[in-house]
């Protein structure tokens, strides 16, 4: 354990470089071609500094008339970690840690776009190990990535655990591996403003969260529900927090540019607002964050997690319509919630209905992971197989150690 801990402080040392922060923030918007390159500086200072290490592996213990019986967590062997082009350093950074910690080593299957920086950062984080007299190659990656060797990696009768941060279909793919698979997909989550909120603070939350890394993060808001009493009002005030409220003729104009065949166009996915309005000839004002529409409930903008800051409003006659359609928008997917409004009861009760991993209240989605909230960090937040935030111990084995009759002391 002790060794851990050394090896850890070593990636966060490393990954906290200046200048390797710098480079993981503008080089994957290079290679992506999507993202903030401030926002993921952030991101991955994040992944650095607040992914638990080793003292997450706490231990059960019962001691009674008939000995001692304690409970570990234990290594589960070499870990396939699947990464996505969203969060492509952080999600290396915060596995690397959290799988680690745990006593594992890991194969990365990064996507192919962010190629030459997770082999970059897997060589770096070896780097570091091996300066801090670790063994050889507990991270590991492949210099071409692939399906196919995602595939092989997935099959290889030496990688015991899988771990997928991405879309549906890869979710899918490690499910039906017939290995013990964490799972951690899609959301699409909804922001609620009830007519109890502090309308001003919700609007600077919801340009902020959702303009967060141009959208990209899966936990970030990707539609509103307004109650209608407020909407006009918070419209107001997301225009004033950088907003730009979208004529009919224009969202015309953006379905034609951002949408594709299935759901948003990959090469509008992570574009900043500004770079969206050109898109459809229209001049930013200054400081636009977020593009903003009212839409029914049935609209792509609404509907697909479109992975850019481009949200879709819809009004509900109050606040229990307003829940309902969270749930429904949510599609099931377990991931993350937002709601704004000072009525208690109501909180609690959007918590119960949309049983969402994450569930923010009275914030910017992004708190949920720490940023500006209570609480460790996470980039693979596992709503199918229901780790939730993962942490070491959701990459170790539960073991059982019991000593019978004796080390019981009272
Ligand atoms: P993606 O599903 O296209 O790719 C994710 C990873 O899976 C990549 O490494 C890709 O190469 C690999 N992959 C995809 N399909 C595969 C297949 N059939 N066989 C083998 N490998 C395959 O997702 P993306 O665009 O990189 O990332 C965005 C998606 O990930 C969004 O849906 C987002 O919500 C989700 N995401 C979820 C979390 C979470 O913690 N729950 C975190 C980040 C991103």
Redo the contacts with the bound molecule.
Sequence with gaps: LADRRRYIAAIREAMLRPEHLDKMSVDAVMQTGMGDVADKYLKNKVAAELTPGVEDLETSAWSGDDGLTTVEYSAFGVIGA??????PTETITCNTIGMLAAGNAVVF????RARDLSVWQVQTINRALREAGAPENLVVTVAE?S?EN??KMMEHRKVQMLV????P??VR?VLKSGKKAIG????NPPVVVDETADIDHAAKCIVDGASFDNNLP?TAEKEIIAVDAIADLLKFHMVQHGAYELSAEQVKQLEGLILGERGAATEWIGKSATAILEGIGVEPPAGVRLLVCEATKEHPFVQV?L?MPVLGLVRAPDVDAAIDLAVELEHGNR?TAVMHSQNVSKLTKMGKLIQTTIFVKNGPSFTGIGIGGEGFTT???A?PTGEGLTRPRSFARSRRCVLVGDLNVR
């Design positions: 699947i990464t996505p082009t969203t969060n299957s990064p996507h192919p990535p399906i995602t595939n997928a941060t991405g879309g279909g890869i793919t951690a997909g899609a959301g899966c997690e992975m991931h980039f693979t937040i709503g």
